[in-house]
């Protein structure tokens, strides 16, 4: 089969899934895709149309969050293997270069809720809210007040007016770097806190290129990092700032965590006691030794930490199931262990023997 065969026949069976499956919407957006992608691409008729097909649709469904509509679905749909669909997919991403909320192959209404669409870019280059008009008169407020004022609307929840206060203050205070300083880490946190990761780390970046010595800046940055998967950058962000703030529990608990995911669970049961001995009724970090533990088999251990941790947290649901799930393991082992135990001891009896 020709390109230009390749080009019609997947065309033609993105419209049949699209029948089944897809909106109108979503049809023109992954025939829109094809389209692009088809003319940066030769030697199309080397690979199986259903194959395009697949992956084509994937990459549209992926990008506007259609439920249901997997690799796997896809596969068995066109009937061909998932590695096949992965491959092409990637090579579409990278060929027609694919971004988060890519306007161009998203739906009117995923537009709309955009998270980036109330941001711009500031001259200095910081990723910041589009001004629009407030309640507040900032002008009358003095710097302690403007950031006592952000925390307050924070603690209410009212995250895009604290943002806004504490972008306004980052004008006022421009000349002054120590101030830039202090609050790209209270708006890092901030947007750490509403999952906005790419402008968290932008916003401690910012701290750090002014004073690399900040722990805390350090800090939440390697809980962006860790919120975002990036278990190496998140490690290596706990390390500095646990050098620059030793013996600092909450450092120490979330780098342990971060080299449990790993797989170092020496290194991170080491980092996790420390933290332990430092703030004993912590009950997160006793989770997470707890959950350390048991990845070690230690189930005894486990059950020590998690008892702890909910005798201090009792009404917390989470660290009751887990609990609860340690418990059933436990008795598990214990049973195990009885039989054994009765094994051995039925064997010694009847050793030379003969069993009745």
Sequence with gaps: MNDEQTIEQVAKLISEYAVKYLTAEHEKLCLKLWKNFSKKRKALGRSKSEAWSAAVIYVIARLNYCEGITQNSIAEYFKISVSSVASKISEIERAVKIRLFDKRYTTEEMKSQNPWNDFMMDSSGLIVHKPRESEFDYSSLSIGEHITLAEELRKERRYDESIEALNTLLVRVEESPKAVE????????????????????????????????????????????????????????????????????????????ALHLKGWNSESLAALKKAAKLDPNNPIILTNLA??????????????????????????????????????????????????????????????????
């Design 182 to 257: 202090e609050i790209g880490v209270l708006l890092g946190c901030m947007l750490l806190e509403i999952e906005k990761f790419k402008l968290a780390e932008s916003a401690l970046k910012m701290s750090l290129e002014i004073n690399p010595s900040n722990s805390s800046a350090r800090y939440f940055l390697g809980c962006t990092y860790l919120d975002c998967g990036k278990t190496d950058g998140a490690i290596l962000q706990f390390q500095k700032a646990d050098e620059l703030s030793p013996d600092n529990p909450n450092i120490l608990c979330d780098l342990g965590w």
């Design 291 to 356: 959950a350390v533990y048991e990845a070690e088999n230690r189930i005894g251990e486990a059950m020590v930490c998690i008892e702890e941790a909910l005798r201090n947290a009792p009404e917390d649901k989470g660290i009751l199931e887990i609990y609860n799930n340690l418990r059933r393991k436990e008795d598990g082992q214990n049973i195990q262990v009885k039989q054994i135990a009765h094994d051995e001891m039925q064997g010694n009896l009847f050793d030379g023997k003969e069993k009745d």
